[in-house]
């Protein structure tokens, strides 16, 4: 069973930068493709970005050139390096996995992807 958590998280001002982590157990971790999503107060959880296992990135365009997805194959973690911050990226943010080897792309629906850690909260004061 695959087990993700999430850390980093809190409450910065715009234009600050914030790591996440996200810590992963139960294997195959560079098997697979990882993501990053988020979910702001009332709104649907979206994808924010994607690590691929091959290790090309994918993000959604409202991040694009401010954060950054790396992964640590040795060490099951993933990250997101966020610069610039804006009041409006505050969020919960998840990580979530998907199966190993289960397509040779990375995928933006939640639907495709498996497992999900608890959430951390990033807050962004303006």
């Known amino acids: 069973q695959v087990q993700l958590v999430e850390s980093g998280g809190g409450l910065v001002q715009a234009g600050d930068s914030l790591k996440l982590s996200c810590a992963a157990s139960?294997?195959?971790?560079?098997?697979?493709?990882m993501a990053w999503f988020r979910q702001a107060p009332g709104k649907e959880r979206e994808f924010v970005g994607a690590?691929?296992?091959?290790?090309?990135?994918s993000y959604a365009d409202f991040v694009r050139g401010r954060f950054t997805i790396s992964r640590d194959n040795a060490k099951s973690t993933l990250y997101l390096q966020m610069n610039s911050l804006k009041s409006e990226d505050t969020a919960v943010y998840y990580c979530?996995?998907?199966?190993?080897?289960?397509?040779?792309?990375?995928?933006?629906?939640?639907?495709?992807?498996?497992?999900w850690g608890q959430g951390t909260q990033v807050t962004v004061s303006a």
């Open positions: 979530a996995a998907d199966k190993p080897l289960r397509s040779n792309t990375a995928s933006r629906l939640r639907s495709d992807y498996d497992y």
């Open positions: 139960g294997g195959g971790f560079s098997t697979r493709h």
């Open positions: 690590s691929w296992r091959g290790g090309a990135t």
